[in-house]
């Protein structure tokens, strides 16, 4: 969905912006058949780590939807949290409902991990910046955010390039997911590199108008 042409030819400077969602449905796990919960911060926070590793600086993570939602004790009581409500508050919430749970399912773990990345979850909704590229991991985020851009007042006009990545909610996916997120993100910096020198060198090639000459 494009805007106007991006003038940011910085790879590392690039604008990034990962964003997933929540969905209250139940999916059986392979390893102990517990049933488990879809989240909105794993898979988007997952990749946003990476990238920040890698040396990407402006990247940004968000969810979609009202709230921000975690696994819980059964399909029907997920925990839900506000988007503002820190990382550190969400862990010691859970850790005081019960340890054992939500080590076993993993939730502490990511909590522990997206305390380092950053404070709180974002929604995406929320957000007015702007980005060259949003990357999402399921098609019905991809189309939420398409509505949402599409429904905003164009401000600058930028171009903003939004791909999806389906990629399943689980920790070993996100993972995985992440580093397609990275691959995906130096394909784009190299096209738009590319694009920028051939139209460097169609300009330098381009023979002089009348009246530029004396």
Request: glycine residues 6%.
């Amino acid at each position: 969905w494009t805007r106007r042409t991006t003038t940011n030819t910085g790879e590392k400077n690039l604008r990034i912006a990962l964003v997933c969602g929540a969905l209250c449905e139940s999916k059986p796990t392979n390893q102990n058949r517990r049933w488990r919960q879809v989240s909105n911060q794993n898979r988007s926070v997952e990749a946003h780590s990476l990238l920040l590793r890698r040396g990407y600086a402006s990247v940004r993570s968000f969810g979609v939807g009202a709230n921000c939602k975690l696994p819980g004790p059964s399909i029907d009581k997920p925990n839900v949290f506000e988007f503002s409500t820190p990382y550190a508050e969400m862990y010691h919430t859970l850790k005081q409902r019960s340890v054992a749970l939500y080590t076993e399912n993993g939730v502490l773990g990511m909590l522990e991990r997206n305390m380092r990345v950053k404070g709180a979850p974002e929604r995406w909704q929320n957000n007015r910046d702007e980005f060259d590229i949003v990357v999402t991991f399921e098609q019905r985020v991809f189309d939420a955010v398409v509505e949402d851009l599409q429904s905003r007042p164009r401000a600058s006009g930028d171009t903003v390039h939004i791909i999806n990545l389906t990629v399943k909610d689980t920790h070993e996916e996100a993972t995985i997911g992440a580093g397609l997120t990275l691959q995906l993100v130096q394909m784009v910096a190299l096209w738009s590199c590319t694009v920028v020198v051939l139209l460097k060198q169609a300009a330098f090639d381009f023979p002089p108008s009348s009246h530029d000459q004396v």
